[in-house]
Structure formats: structure tokens, C-alpha cells
């Protein structure tokens, strides 16, 4: 499939016609430095009049005229793909665009503000010159889908993570993937065989820890602010020291400029050009010496950090404008890591050349155990592969198949008439944290379980109140308690076990309600219909977790208006795959 490409950031659009099956460009067009003097557009490597392109807008339609004057020589394209830098919770694989998905996309707009409007522009510009062809959008945050809990939250209270959204995404996921590909495939290896700690070093710059194929730690955060120092963001910076800019008067507007705008490189030294830094540091300027050693040192750090997190690592990769042309940055990031088996040939290092050609050369020494290589960045490449294979899959029908999973602690629904029984007459239960389907919520309040060989403390009850109660335990619980509950679907309670209560008013005695819950899956009628299921199937889901892969059948599907796509595991089934809440599954047919 010939694929149009774009990649628009702030002051550059990079796009490229590609033929998407053989991987060969067919066109490059690029324009840098849109809205000042140094304006640059280059079709094919060479330099071009730009004297007419004065904004994003005018770039756009510069660069969509030269594709369209190819046309009748290179074809036109038949699906254009938008790299998209913010795809929030929202969005997890390659999408089709049309009104509602922009809409969605413009309203993370306050998380990307640098990158989200240009692209929404580009995209808008583009339909309007393509309308009758697919647009996609691939998002950078998508393919850090992966990261595990425990690097994905900040430590927050949860009802503040919830309310703002709050979490970390992770971004350059276009690149990473690029780079992860291109070694894998010069390693003659898999992904999944191989431990990679890929360095994006371009304007914006980040590493991605990506264990057998999946990101599992990056240093970009919530918003592409966080991590390394960069060549006008701040990266990595104590939370106090925007407090106590805050208190000194600075308003919000100008923090955000300070640390998006006016902090990294440029801060540091007046400039983000990687190259007048390494030049000021050889002469002996001491902003810049400072600035070359504060950026290595953070990526070294980095790097040290991954191979912890990952048990160890079998290569190290660079990319990006820094990462791809600056032999110094790469000797200076490499130094002192041979205690984790890491060495740079520093011959070989000097003289590497990346390019789309020869995308991906070997810096490390033969004997070296962790390899090391340099990536030229081709994001536009992978962009086109990943529509291509998004379309190929709609065409097909295959629609996207994950499903959200939430992990259930033992909990008690209870009637109205047993909450008073435990807490009194007349009293209502508090709640505590809204639950994902409707009007459901996670009450303050907790009883005991009682059963003849144990008790249970602090089992969470949820509201509202229920017309029966109904206990919810895992296996494990059973045993703890001494009672055998059944698998059973929420509701279904006939011949089922009782068990005794305790709350701070009093004990009561149920007759039945005990279960273990079936596991299922939320739905409502239109994911049921996109997903080809009905209420009442039992179906399987995949998990493909670290290094606890299991399918789980015998699940249900429960349909009705209103529920959100979610299915639902007790704590042992969580565990046994290695599963957290808001991880993912993938319905099998
Ligand atoms: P973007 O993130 O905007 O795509 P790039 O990947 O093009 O950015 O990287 C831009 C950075 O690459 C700039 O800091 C620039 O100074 C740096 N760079 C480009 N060429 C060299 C070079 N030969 N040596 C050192 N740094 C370089």
C-alpha cells in the first residue's frame, strides 16, 4: 500500500510517500524551522525555494502540492497516516480518523501542548486535500500500552489520580518501535528474545526499557516534560522547586513556558543545538560543559536504572538527531557502564553513519556482551507499516479486540436491612470511590467475615444497597474462612452457602449469598455487536503478561445498555497472570 506519511511537530513537518509491503520511500519532503529566517524545505535531500512557507498551515499545503505534483510518476497515495503525540487513556492502537476521533484527540490538547494543535491543523489540512482516502492516526503514547502498574501511576491518593486522569503514558513510541525492529533485526533475533534500552536523543528526548517486546519503563511521564533534559524542557525536576516558584509570584502560564520553553539545553546555555554546545564545551565554556555533563549524566542514569528494572540488558540503542550524529554524547553516556558488560568501540563509534540505507550500526566491540548500535530514526516508516496493517485488519473485520481488566478485592453487597443490622438503624453507606459501571460505587465502610476456621478484617462493602446480599471471595478466601462457595455469576444465589457478618452495630448471619465470583466480562450492546458476541456467551481472553501468558475461558459475557467494556478477575485469577487493574486482555474467538 503506498502510505502518505506525516509528521508534523511545532516547527517541522517531515513526510514521506512510502510503498508500505517492500518498505521503500518513494518521496521524501521535509521543512524545518517553519516561521523564522533559516525556513528550509528539502524534497529528496535537496534544498528548495521556501521563501513562501511562513506557518505550519503553509508548510503543510507546500508539502501536500509536491506529493500531488508526483502523482502521475509515484501513484497517489491510498491512505495517509498522522502521528498523533498524545493519545491519552483513549486510544491504544492505530485509529481511523473522522469528526468524533479529532474531537476526542483535541481535547487531550492541555496534555501535549507543543505537539497535540499542529497535528490536529496538519490532519484537518490533509483531509481536506485527501478526503476520499483512509486517514489513521498512530499515536506515540500507544505502544507504551504496556508499561505495568508500578510504572505507570504516580504515588498520589487514588481518588486524585482518578479524578485528573493522572498517570504516567510515556511518548517517542513511534521510534522506540522503529529502533526496537531495526535491532532486533540486525541481532537476527527476535523482540521477544531481547532486553533493549532505547535512547531517543532528538529535540524532545526519552529511553524506553523494552523487555522481550514490550515497554516496560520510560522516562517521559504524563506529558512529555518528564525524564531526560532536553533541548528546551526541563525533564526530571523536584516537585518543591515549582512550589517555591509558584509562591515567588511566577504564574502558571509562565511556569509552563519556563519549563516547556525555556529549560533543558536552551537554559542551560542559550541554545539547544547539540553541536554549539559540544563546540563551547571544547573551548572551555563552562555553560556548556555543564550542559553536555548534566545531559549524559541523566541518560547514563537512566540507562543504569533500566537494566535493574529489566533484570539486566542485551543492548543499547541510540537515535534521534543527538543520539544519531553525536559520537561525543554517546561515548559520554556509555562511560563506566563495562560493569554491566557494556563497551563502546570507540572507533567504530566515531564513525558511524546511520542512515535509511544502513539503519542500524554497531558501536559495540566484538567481545562486548551488551551490543551497542546507533538507529537512523524512521518514523515515518514505521507510521506507514503500522496504517498499512490497521486497515488491512479493519478490512478483514478483525475489530479491536482488548478488553480492560479490573482485579476485584473480596467485597459484600448488602441490603439495605443487614447494613442497618451492622451499623445501625437508619444508617446509609458512604461511598468512597465510584466503581466503572454506573451508579456503582466503593463504600467507606468495611465488615468482618466470619466463618468456621477464620475471620476476615476490612472487607470493603459496595452500594447502593442491594434488594439480596451477596459476599464475594477468592479460593484463597475459602480457605482461610473454612467455607466452599460456588462459581457463580453476580446474582445468581440460589443454593448458595451463607456466612456471618460483623459490623460495628452487630452480627448478622446470612442464609445464602456466599460466592466466588464467575469471571466476566462488562459490555455494552454496541461493543458486543463490534466485538460479534451476545449476553450470556462464554468466551476466552488472552493475557500476555510478564512471564505469566495465560487464556482464561469460561468467561461470560454480560450485556446492557450503560455497562462499560471491562472484565472482571478475583485476586487469585489476577495473580496467577500476573495481572493489575487497567491492564489489558484480548477477547479470542
Ligand atoms: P526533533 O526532536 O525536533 O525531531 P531531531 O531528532 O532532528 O529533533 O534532533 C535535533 C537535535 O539534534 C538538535 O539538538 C541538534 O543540535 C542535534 N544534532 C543534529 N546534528 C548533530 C550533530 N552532528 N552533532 C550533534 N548534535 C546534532
Not at 518498505?23 to 533559516?38: A, K
Not at 543520539?323 to 556509555?334: F, L, Q
Not at 542512515?355 to 551488551?370: D, N
Not at 481488566?405 to 458512604?430: M, N
Request: negative net charge; hydrophobic residues 40%; contains cysteine.
Amino acid at each position: 500500500m503506498r502510505v502518505l506519511a506525516l509528521n508534523c511537530g511545532s516547527s517541522s513537518v517531515k513526510c514521506a510517500l512510502l510503498d508500505s509491503e517492500r518498505r521503500t520511500r518513494l518521496l521524501d519532503v521535509r521543512v524545518e524551522n517553519i516561521g523564522r529566517q533559516d525556513c528550509r524545505l528539502e524534497v529528496d535531500g535537496e534544498r528548495r525555494e521556501a521563501a513562501d512557507i511562513l506557518d505550519l498551515g503553509g508548510a503543510v499545503a507546500g508539502v501536500l502540492e509536491h506529493v500531488r505534483s508526483r502523482a502521475a510518476e509515484l501513484g497517489a497515495p491510498q491512505a495517509i497516516a498522522h502521528r498523533i503525540v498524545h493519545g491519552g487513556a483513549q486510544f491504544h492502537q492505530p485509529t481511523v480518523l473522522n469528526d468524533d476521533v479529532l474531537a476526542q484527540i483535541e481535547s487531550l490538547n492541555s496534555l501535549a501542548p507543543l505537539h497535540n494543535p499542529p497535528a490536529i491543523e496538519a490532519v484537518r489540512l490533509a483531509v481536506a486535500a485527501y478526503a476520499d482516502v483512509p486517514h489513521v492516526a498512530i499515536f506515540d503514547t500507544a505502544w507504551h500500552g504496556t508499561l505495568p502498574r508500578r510504572a505507570r501511576e504516580y504515588a498520589l491518593p487514588a481518588d486524585l489520580r482518578e479524578r485528573f486522569g493522572i498517570r504516567r503514558f510515556g511518548f517517542h513510541g513511534v521510534s522506540h518501535a522503529h529502533v526496537v525492529s531495526s535491532v532486533a533485526a540486525r541481532m537476527h533475533a527476535s523482540p521477544q528474545e531481547l532486553r533493549i534500552i532505547s535512547c531517543h536523543l532528538g529535540n524532545g528526548a526519552s529511553v524506553a526499557a523494552v523487555e522481550y517486546g514490550r515497554s516496560v519503563e520510560t522516562s517521559m511521564g504524563m506529558t512529555p516534560l518528564e525524564g531526560l533534559v532536553m533541548g528546551t524542557r526541563v525533564g526530571d525536576i523536584d516537585p518543591g522547586v515549582l512550589l517555591l516558584l509558584l509562591e515567588s509570584g511566577m504564574t502558571t502560564r509562565e511556569l509552563d513556558e519556563l519549563l516547556n520553553r525555556r529549560s533543558g539545553l536552551t537554559g542551560l546555555t542559550g541554545t539547544n543545538d547539540m553541536r554549539r554546545i559540544e563546540q563551547g564545551a571544547a573551548e572551555g565554556d563552562e555553560e556548556c560543559r555543564l550542559a553536555l555533563a548534566l545531559y549524559t549524566h541523566r541518560i547514563r542514569k537512566y540507562i543504569g536504572a533500566y537494566a535493574a528494572v529489566m533484570g539486566g540488558v542485551d543492548a543499547i540503542a541510540f537515535t534521534g538527531g543527538v543520539g544519531e550524529n553525536s559520537a561525543t554524547v554517546r561515548h559520554r553516556c556509555m562511560q563506566r557502564l563495562e560493569f554491566l558488560g557494556a563497551m563502546l568501540d570507540e572507533d567504530r563509534n566515531r564513525d558511524a553513519r546511520a542512515t535509511l540505507r544502513t539503519p542500524c550500526i554497531e558501536i559495540s566491540p566484538q567481545h562486548s556482551r551488551v551490543r551497542s548500535f546507533v538507529v537512523c530514526a524512521d518514523e515515518e516508516l514505521e507510521m506507514a507499516i503500522e496504517t498499512a496493517d490497521a486497515l488491512a485488519a479493519a478490512a478483514h473485520g478483525r475489530p479491536d479486540a482488548r478488553i480492560p481488566i479490573a482485579v476485584s478485592a473480596r467485597h459484600a453487597h448488602l441490603s439495605q436491612a443487614t447494613v442497618e443490622a451492622l451499623f445501625g438503624a437508619g444508617y446509609k453507606l458512604t461511598p468512597r470511590t465510584a466503581l466503572s459501571q454506573p451508579g456503582q460505587y466503593a463504600a467507606e465502610e468495611t465488615v468482618t467475615l466470619i466463618g468456621p476456621r477464620g475471620r476476615i478484617e476490612n472487607v470493603r462493602t459496595m452500594g447502593p444497597p442491594r434488594e439480596h446480599d451477596q459476599v464475594e471471595i477468592s479460593r484463597s478466601d475459602e480457605f482461610t474462612l473454612g467455607v466452599d462457595a460456588p462459581v457463580r455469576i453476580s446474582g445468581d444465589l440460589s443454593n448458595t452457602p451463607g456466612i456471618t457478618l460483623e459490623g460495628p452495630a452487630g452480627r448478622v448471619t446470612l442464609q445464602s449469598g456466599l460466592i466466588c465470583a464467575r469471571r466476566h466480562i462488562h459490555m455494552n450492546p454496541q461493543d458486543a455487536a463490534r466485538l460479534g458476541v451476545k449476553d450470556c456467551d462464554e468466551v476466552a481472553v488472552r493475557i500476555d503478561s510478564e512471564g505469566r501468558d495465560l487464556i482464561f475461558a469460561d468467561v461470560s459475557v454480560r450485556v446492557a445498555p450503560g455497562f462499560s467494556l471491562e472484565m472482571h478477575l478475583d485476586t487469585d485469577e489476577a495473580n496467577a497472570a500476573g495481572l493489575s487493574s487497567g491492564d489489558y486482555g484480548e477477547l479470542v474467538r
